[in-house]
Nanobody, 133 residues
Framework: QGQLVESGGGSVQAGGSLRLSCVSY????????MGWFRQAPGKEREGVAS???????????GYADSVKGRFTISQDNAKNTVYLEMNNLKPEDTAMYYC???????????????????????WGQGTQVTVSA
Protein backbone atom coordinates (compact mmCIF):
# COMPACT_ATOMS: atom_id res chain seq x y z
CA GLN A 1 0.00 0.00 0.00
CA GLY A 2 1.25 3.46 -0.83
CA GLN A 3 1.41 6.68 1.11
CA LEU A 4 0.24 10.22 0.40
CA VAL A 5 2.03 13.11 2.09
CA GLU A 6 0.53 16.60 2.01
CA SER A 7 2.24 19.90 2.76
CA GLY A 8 1.77 23.61 2.22
CA GLY A 9 -1.03 24.42 4.59
CA GLY A 10 -0.94 27.46 6.83
CA SER A 11 -2.75 30.56 8.05
CA VAL A 12 -3.57 33.44 5.73
CA GLN A 13 -5.90 36.39 5.62
CA ALA A 14 -8.91 36.48 3.36
CA GLY A 15 -7.89 37.18 -0.20
CA GLY A 16 -4.56 35.45 0.25
CA SER A 17 -3.13 32.41 -1.51
CA LEU A 18 -1.65 29.06 -0.63
CA ARG A 19 -0.25 26.17 -2.62
CA LEU A 20 -0.74 22.65 -1.33
CA SER A 21 1.39 19.73 -2.46
CA CYS A 22 0.81 16.01 -2.23
CA VAL A 23 3.53 13.48 -2.96
CA SER A 24 2.59 9.86 -3.49
CA TYR A 25 4.91 7.08 -2.49
CA UNK A 26 4.64 3.42 -3.31
CA UNK A 27 1.54 3.46 -5.48
CA UNK A 28 1.77 1.35 -8.60
CA UNK A 29 -1.25 2.81 -10.35
CA UNK A 30 -1.20 2.60 -14.11
CA UNK A 31 -3.81 5.31 -14.53
CA UNK A 32 -4.00 7.41 -11.37
CA UNK A 33 -6.86 9.66 -10.45
CA MET A 34 -5.83 12.23 -7.86
CA GLY A 35 -7.79 14.73 -5.87
CA TRP A 36 -8.19 17.01 -2.89
CA PHE A 37 -10.87 16.91 -0.22
CA ARG A 38 -11.45 19.06 2.83
CA GLN A 39 -13.24 18.77 6.12
CA ALA A 40 -14.14 21.64 8.40
CA PRO A 41 -15.00 21.09 12.07
CA GLY A 42 -18.52 19.78 12.43
CA LYS A 43 -18.95 19.30 8.70
CA GLU A 44 -18.75 16.35 6.36
CA ARG A 45 -15.76 15.82 4.11
CA GLU A 46 -16.26 17.30 0.67
CA GLY A 47 -14.47 17.00 -2.62
CA VAL A 48 -12.57 20.07 -3.76
CA ALA A 49 -10.77 19.15 -6.99
CA SER A 50 -9.72 16.13 -9.03
CA UNK A 51 -7.28 15.54 -11.88
CA UNK A 52 -6.36 12.73 -14.24
CA UNK A 53 -4.27 12.31 -17.38
CA UNK A 54 -5.38 10.86 -20.70
CA UNK A 55 -2.05 9.87 -22.24
CA UNK A 56 -0.81 12.29 -24.83
CA UNK A 57 -4.24 13.92 -25.09
CA UNK A 58 -3.70 15.83 -21.90
CA UNK A 59 -5.87 15.57 -18.85
CA UNK A 60 -9.09 16.67 -17.26
CA UNK A 61 -10.04 18.25 -13.99
CA GLY A 62 -13.09 18.62 -11.80
CA TYR A 63 -13.93 21.24 -9.18
CA ALA A 64 -16.50 21.85 -6.51
CA ASP A 65 -18.69 24.81 -7.38
CA SER A 66 -17.51 26.66 -4.29
CA VAL A 67 -13.90 26.80 -5.52
CA LYS A 68 -14.29 27.18 -9.28
CA GLY A 69 -12.33 30.14 -10.57
CA ARG A 70 -10.24 30.35 -7.39
CA PHE A 71 -8.54 26.95 -7.06
CA THR A 72 -6.44 25.14 -9.64
CA ILE A 73 -5.36 21.52 -9.45
CA SER A 74 -2.36 20.25 -11.39
CA GLN A 75 0.02 17.33 -11.37
CA ASP A 76 3.61 16.55 -12.13
CA ASN A 77 3.74 12.86 -12.98
CA ALA A 78 7.54 12.82 -13.03
CA LYS A 79 7.53 13.90 -9.38
CA ASN A 80 4.46 11.87 -8.36
CA THR A 81 3.05 15.13 -7.06
CA VAL A 82 -0.31 16.83 -7.27
CA TYR A 83 -0.79 20.49 -6.39
CA LEU A 84 -3.68 22.66 -5.35
CA GLU A 85 -3.20 26.35 -6.01
CA MET A 86 -5.68 28.30 -3.90
CA ASN A 87 -6.26 31.98 -4.60
CA ASN A 88 -8.66 34.56 -3.18
CA LEU A 89 -9.11 32.43 -0.09
CA LYS A 90 -12.18 32.95 2.04
CA PRO A 91 -12.82 32.17 5.72
CA GLU A 92 -15.18 29.39 4.61
CA ASP A 93 -12.20 27.65 2.99
CA THR A 94 -10.84 26.95 6.47
CA ALA A 95 -10.52 23.18 6.84
CA MET A 96 -8.18 20.22 6.96
CA TYR A 97 -7.25 19.39 3.38
CA TYR A 98 -6.64 15.80 2.36
CA CYS A 99 -5.06 14.29 -0.72
CA UNK A 100 -6.71 11.24 -2.26
CA UNK A 101 -5.74 8.70 -4.91
CA UNK A 102 -7.42 6.01 -6.95
CA UNK A 103 -6.65 3.93 -10.01
CA UNK A 104 -8.70 4.02 -13.18
CA UNK A 105 -9.55 0.98 -15.27
CA UNK A 106 -7.88 0.95 -18.69
CA UNK A 107 -11.30 0.55 -20.34
CA UNK A 108 -12.55 3.81 -18.78
CA UNK A 109 -9.86 6.45 -18.36
CA UNK A 110 -12.56 9.07 -17.78
CA UNK A 111 -13.44 7.46 -14.46
CA UNK A 112 -12.08 10.09 -12.09
CA UNK A 113 -14.38 11.99 -9.77
CA UNK A 114 -15.00 12.58 -6.07
CA UNK A 115 -17.15 9.47 -5.69
CA UNK A 116 -14.44 7.23 -7.12
CA UNK A 117 -11.78 8.82 -4.91
CA UNK A 118 -13.97 8.41 -1.83
CA UNK A 119 -14.59 4.78 -2.65
CA UNK A 120 -10.87 4.05 -3.09
CA UNK A 121 -10.22 5.21 0.47
CA UNK A 122 -6.58 6.24 0.00
CA TRP A 123 -5.92 9.34 2.09
CA GLY A 124 -3.04 11.42 3.30
CA GLN A 125 -2.71 12.69 6.86
CA GLY A 126 -4.00 16.14 5.94
CA THR A 127 -2.72 19.69 6.06
CA GLN A 128 -4.54 22.51 7.85
CA VAL A 129 -5.64 25.65 6.04
CA THR A 130 -6.91 28.54 8.13
CA VAL A 131 -8.26 31.74 6.57
CA SER A 132 -9.00 34.71 8.78
CA ALA A 133 -11.38 37.51 7.89
Amino acid sequence: QGQLVESGGGSVQAGGSLRLSCVSYGYSYNNPCMGWFRQAPGKEREGVASVASIGSRGGFTGYADSVKGRFTISQDNAKNTVYLEMNNLKPEDTAMYYCAAADRPTYNLWACDFRILERAGNWGQGTQVTVSA
